[in-house]
């Protein structure tokens, strides 16, 4: 097994470990967008519905998870690539303590990136997370358009072209 390999199990299985294996709702293409709450990094809450009317690209990621530590400066660039768009990347970490997420947020160099915290691991339970890093992007009338699990190179240019598809008028 390779190393990537052996990353992404670790990953699910930590996650899974995390969170109740009762998953109501599984996110995919088409279907609604789950509402979530998260805390940003000012200590304020932070949900789906605060961009409404935006394309949305929310990212699920722990410091723990060896994929989503590639993705993430990926995502920065992304954010940054998107500044100007109207398009929001949220990136939300799923770490017991917020204080770990924010500490690689730092370690990472990530400058352009919404950051937000979910100690409680909500979001995942609610979009049925069941691969580390997974992301949604949500078009502005909160409709999964795209769901991309794991992390492999290409994936977040794929994503920005989805977005940038919802961008168009």
């Not at 409404?52 to 722990?62: C, F, M, Q, R, T």
């Not at 947020?105 to 915290?117: D, S, Y």
Request: aromatic share 6%; proline share 5%.
């Amino acid at each position: 097994m390779t190393i990537r390999r052996l990353g992404i199990v670790l990953c699910v299985v930590g996650i899974l470990a995390g969170i109740a294996t009762e998953v109501v709702f599984a996110a995919e293409v088409g279907g609604k967008a789950p509402a979530f709450s998260a805390i940003d990094e000012a200590g304020k809450p932070v949900t789906l519905a605060d961009f409404a009317g935006k394309p949305v690209l929310v990212n699920v990621w722990a410091s723990w998870c060896a994929p989503c530590l590639q993705e993430l400066p990926e995502m920065d660039k992304l954010a940054a690539r998107l500044a100007d768009t109207g398009a929001v990347v949220l990136a939300v970490s799923i770490d017991d303590k917020a204080e770990n997420g924010k500490r690689m947020k730092t370690k990472l160099g990530l400058a352009h990136l919404r950051v937000a915290f979910d100690p409680g691991k909500t979001v995942p339970k609610a979009f049925g997370v069941d691969a580390m890093p997974s992301s949604f992007v949500i078009d502005g009338a909160g409709v999964i358009r795209h769901v991309n699990r794991g992390y492999q190179a290409g994936d977040v240019e794929k994503m920005e072209a989805v977005i940038r598809g919802l961008l168009k008028p």
